[in-house]
């Protein structure tokens, strides 16, 4: 069965430091892979998608992500963190041709000034 | 534009009574819709979808049922609430797109006593 990993259940990082937010998937075609983001006791919002082409993805907010299929991984990254996305991330991967959409456990990131 | 809106925002309901919360999307038609439950640490867990008026898939059998009377109504239900079903219940839509992402609504906090 499909599904989605996010090894890290919080992570802490220092606002201007970079960031790194793992995420394994387990899929037999090719994924159609998400990154979502959500603010305490609010709904989700999109960062980024990737379908096919280019594995470097860019999103809002200044997030990327990378896709490596030989380590099934899709991780997301931010080159300076700001205190603002402090918040939950979730990682997905789209099921039954991106008819459904599986989440991961999330990734919740507390930023230190 | 489009959005999405659930109702009620927070609830709490004694053990075996009944629930039901709503979901209407606007500015767009036959959208997929689905329903979403977020328990701590566990990421969220896909409960039901629907592609079409009356058409409801279950992904987990459950204390729970869906139904979808209009075009854009989306409505989660119980008639005997457990303990279990305490969580925060979001709905989404999407486009007939497979590859489209999710729209999120607020989110529905319920807590079963």
């Known amino acids: 069965a499909q599904s989605v990993t996010q090894p890290d259940i919080h992570i802490t990082v220092s606002e201007g430091a970079s960031l790194e937010l793992r995420c394994n998937y387990s899929y037999g075609a090719t994924p159609y892979l998400f990154w979502y983001v959500q603010s305490p006791g609010q709904g989700l919002q999109l960062l980024l998608k990737?379908?096919?082409?280019?594995?470097l993805v860019q999103g809002i907010k200044g997030f990327e992500a990378e896709f490596k299929r030989s380590q099934s991984s899709f991780n997301l990254r931010k080159p300076s963190v700001h205190w603002s996305d402090a918040a939950e991330y979730f990682c997905a991967v789209g099921r039954d041709g991106g008819f459904k959409t599986i989440f991961g456990a999330g990734t919740r990131l507390f930023v230190k000034a | 534009s489009q959005t999405i809106h659930q109702w009620p925002a927070t609830l709490v309901q004694p053990v075996g009574s009944p629930l039901s919360l709503e979901c209407t999307v606007e500015g767009t038609s036959n959208p997929n819709l689905y329903w979403y439950r977020q328990a701590a640490g566990r990421g969220l867990q896909l409960l039901f979808y629907s592609v079409g008026i009356g058409q409801i898939s279950s992904e987990v059998p459950q204390n729970l049922s869906a139904s979808r009377p209009q075009d854009r109504q989306f409505i989660l239900s119980s008639k005997k609430l457990l303990l279990s079903d305490s969580g925060f219940y979001l709905c989404?839509?999407?486009?007939?797109?497979?590859?489209?992402?999710?729209?999120f609504g607020e989110g529905s906090r319920l807590t079963v006593l």
């Open positions: 990737y379908f096919s082409g280019d594995t």
């Open positions: 989404a839509w999407k486009s007939g797109a497979n590859t489209g992402e999710l729209f």
